[in-house]
């Protein structure tokens, strides 16, 4: 296939991988926050070029609307972002440059090397009703099984972030620390 | 367009979650880290179901992928602002109190 999805394609492809790059050497870590909402978006694009709709939507709302504000929370929250140094200083720069790229370059060759059944029709159809009649059917157990695992998060997410104290402390008490 | 460029694009993407993970001593970057990582096995998983099975179920374990990414993040912010009340940083060395 040639012409403007191809070209989509390599767009796409150009800014996921440039701003992940950019989210793993940026020094400052706002800057780092803010290349991961590109590298998002870019991987939101890829789901779209593979027919994959309902998963491009989840992927701009959960990753983009849910996991990046909590991510921008914790860097507000927790560090003296001011100061590059304190917020995020390095280490081990280079042998961790060596293995990612001797990884990528092993990663890339069996990716490219195998050869991968991939039948030949590409049909690009809505995926939306099918993924709801699964999740009700097939994968009924997984989906509940998330929920569960959903409702723990929330309890714990609930139970860590609470002040140090007592049980029972009152509210008022905990406002003046 | 075809599977190996997609699989190409995974492997971009993790080795750059995992250098982000190995060089990073603030835990919020560490966690990008970990999204990316994240990332970058759903778009294999979406790739591989289109592009070979051209069945569903890949794009439904990229929908478990994440459901488990939003409650890790949810989790690992708690944890975060907790440690960050108790020494004062969210740096990854600093956490060591556990130690013997």
Same mark, same amino acid.
């Given at each position: 296939?040639?012409?403007?999805?191809?070209?989509?394609?390599?767009?796409?492809?150009?800014?996921?991988?440039?701003?992940?790059?950019?989210?793993?050497?940026?020094?400052?870590?706002?800057?780092?926050?803010?290349?991961?909402?590109?590298?998002?978006?870019?991987?939101?694009?890829?789901?779209?070029?593979?027919?994959?709709?309902?998963?491009?939507?989840?992927?701009?709302?959960?990753?983009?609307?849910?996991?990046?504000?909590?991510?921008?929370?914790?860097?507000?929250?927790?560090?003296?972002?001011?100061?590059?140094?304190?917020?995020?200083?390095?280490?081990?720069?280079?042998?961790?440059?060596?293995?990612?790229?001797?990884?990528?370059?092993?990663?890339?060759?069996?990716?490219?090397?195998?050869?991968?059944?991939?039948?030949?029709?590409?049909?690009?159809?809505?995926?939306?009703?099918?993924?709801?009649?699964?999740?009700?059917?097939?994968?009924?157990?997984?989906?509940?099984?998330?929920?569960?695992?959903?409702?723990?998060?929330?309890?714990?997410?609930?139970?860590?972030?609470?002040?140090?104290?007592?049980?029972?402390?009152?509210?008022?008490?905990?406002?003046?620390? | 367009?075809?599977?190996?460029?997609?699989?190409?694009?995974?492997?971009?993407?993790?080795?750059?979650?995992?250098?982000?993970?190995?060089?990073? +001593?603030?835990?919020?970057?560490?966690?990008?880290? !970990?999204?990316? #990582?994240?990332? /970058? *096995?759903?778009?294999?998983? @979406? %790739?591989?179901?289109?592009?070979?099975? +051209?069945?569903?179920?890949?794009?439904?374990?990229? !929908?478990?992928? #994440?459901?488990? /990414? *939003?409650?890790?993040?949810? @989790? %690992?912010?708690?944890?975060?602002?907790?440690?960050?009340?108790?020494?004062?940083?969210?740096? !990854?060395?600093?956490?060591?109190?556990?130690?013997?």
């Amino acid at each position: 296939m040639t012409g403007p999805a191809d070209l989509v394609f390599y767009l796409l492809a150009a800014m996921t991988v440039g701003s992940a790059i950019l989210v793993a050497i940026l020094p400052n870590i706002i800057y780092s926050a803010v290349a991961l909402l590109f590298t998002f978006a870019g991987v939101a694009g890829l789901y779209v070029l593979t027919s994959a709709d309902f998963l491009a939507a989840t992927q701009i709302l959960i990753y983009v609307g849910g996991i990046l504000v909590l991510i921008m929370f914790a860097v507000f929250l927790s560090s003296r972002i001011s100061t590059v140094k304190l917020s995020n200083p390095g280490r081990f720069r280079l042998p961790a440059a060596a293995v990612c790229l001797g990884l990528f370059g092993v990663l890339s060759y069996a990716a490219v090397s195998t050869p991968f059944p991939v039948k030949p029709v590409v049909s690009y159809q809505a995926s939306t009703a099918e993924i709801g009649e699964l999740l009700m059917t097939r994968y009924l157990l997984p989906f509940e099984v998330a929920s569960v695992l959903l409702l723990a998060a929330l309890i714990g997410a609930a139970l860590l972030s609470r002040p140090e104290g007592r049980e029972d402390a009152a509210p008022g008490k905990e406002e003046a620390r | 367009m075809a599977l190996e460029k997609f699989l190409v694009i995974g492997a971009a993407l993790f080795c750059c979650g995992l250098y982000a993970i190995l060089t990073r +001593r603030n835990a919020v970057a560490v966690l990008m880290g !970990v999204e990316l #990582i994240l990332n /970058a *096995a759903n778009v294999n998983f @979406v %790739a591989f179901s289109h592009y070979v099975s +051209r069945l569903i179920g890949g794009q439904i374990f990229a !929908v478990f992928v #994440i459901v488990l /990414a *939003a409650a890790e993040a949810a @989790v %690992a912010l708690a944890i975060f602002l907790r440690l960050f009340a108790t020494t004062g940083s969210v740096e !990854v060395d600093m956490a060591d109190t556990l130690r013997g």
